[in-house]
Structures are given as structure tokens and as C-alpha cells.
């Protein structure tokens, strides 16, 4: 693992980011997650055996928000301001950040990572898996089979219409067509996806 910076930026590839080298709780930061969404706030906890950070900010709603990140997953990490007088290891966030929203926060993330896939999942698979989901919303991920939670159908690699199985025939079908028309939409947009 590397990481390249750029002037203050450090820039994550599969990243031993700025987090990796300690940056003291309270610092405001800003960060880029792998779906481009930028997070600015103050860094409320690390936590360095799992990687996972949380940085509190402040929504358009003056709302705070609490967001939990997985520091290996950010494309950009860039320490705005160092916080004073930290010492490692030590929570410093002004207010005490109340110990049901952080766990809240981790719910939160834990479910919507789970509804993105698995990492060995082709990204046909990720991108069928959403365009499902747009009609179709019980829907999970068990290993790297996407799942109806209803039970009525289940979508094995490749993610090509035959390999839609499922009890209820009515839904099967449907699935079917959104899965062929997926893959037309897909191939003139990406070319041919890998069968993985």
C-alpha cells in the first residue's frame, strides 16, 4: 500500500492515507469517498485496528451529522486543520457526541455498505443490483448473489436473465426483462461485461 501526496492532499490509492501517520482527534478534514461524495468536518473517532473513522459536520439544515468512513475506501483525505494540545488516542470533540448516534451513524453505514456488494462482485453485477433496487427496494446482497427479500427471486453471476431463479414466476419474469434490458443499456454504455 502507498500513498502519493499532492501539496497537502494526500491522495489514496489503496491507501495508507494521512490517518495512517495520526492526525489528532478534533482536526477539521475533508475526505472523498469512493462514490465522489465529498465529507467535511471535524474528526470525532478513530478507530486504527479497523480503519474506520467518524467525522462530525454539520448538514444544510444545521443538523449535525455523524458519517462513519472506512479510511482503505477514501480517494482523497486533506487535513484542513490541525486540531492543538491532542493527545493521541484522546476524543476531543467540543461536545460529547452522544453515544446512540454514533452507533446509529455505524448502523447506518453497515446497512448502506451492505447494499453496495460485495468488492469480488463485476461491475455489471453492482450496477444491476441498483437498477433493481430503483423498483424493486427489498433487495440485499448474500455473498455475491442478489437476493429478493420477499424470497421471489434470486440473480447468480454473470447476472444474465437465465441465471434469474425464483418461486414466484410473475416476478421472475419481470426481473427477467429488467435484466436483459440492463445488459443492452450496459454494453452500449461500459461494452461487454466480464462474467464475474
Known sequence: MS????????????????????????????CVDPYANKIEGELVAMDEPTGMIIIKSVS??????LTVLNRELLTEF??????????????????????????KAISEKEEAINR????????????L????????????????????????FVVHPPYKSNDVKGNADDAVARI????????????????PPSDT
Not at 14 to 21: D, F, G, P, R, T
Not at 60 to 65: G, L, P, S, T
Not at 177 to 191: A, C, E
Open 3 to 30: 500513498m502519493v501526496a499532492h501539496g497537502a492532499m494526500a491522495t489514496a490509492t489503496k491507501v495508507e492515507n494521512e490517518l495512517q501517520h495520526y492526525v489528532p482527534l478534533g482536526s477539521i478534514v475533508m
Open 60 to 65: 444544510n439544515d444545521q443538523k449535525e451529522d
Open 78 to 103: 486533506e487535513v484542513k486543520k490541525y486540531a492543538p494540545n491532542n493527545q493521541r488516542g484522546a476524543f476531543m470533540p467540543e461536545k460529547i457526541v452522544s453515544e446512540s448516534a454514533v452507533r
Open 116 to 127: 453496495v456488494g460485495p468488492k469480488d462482485v463485476s461491475l455489471a453485477g453492482r450496477e
Open 129 to 152: 443490483f441498483k437498477v433493481i433496487n430503483k423498483t424493486y427496494t427489498t433487495l440485499e446482497w448474500r455473498g455475491n448473489i442478489i437476493h429478493g427479500l420477499d424470497g421471489d
Open 176 to 191: 427477467k426483462k429488467v435484466v436483459d434490458k440492463f445488459h443492452q443499456d450496459f454494453v452500449k454504455k461500459h461494452g
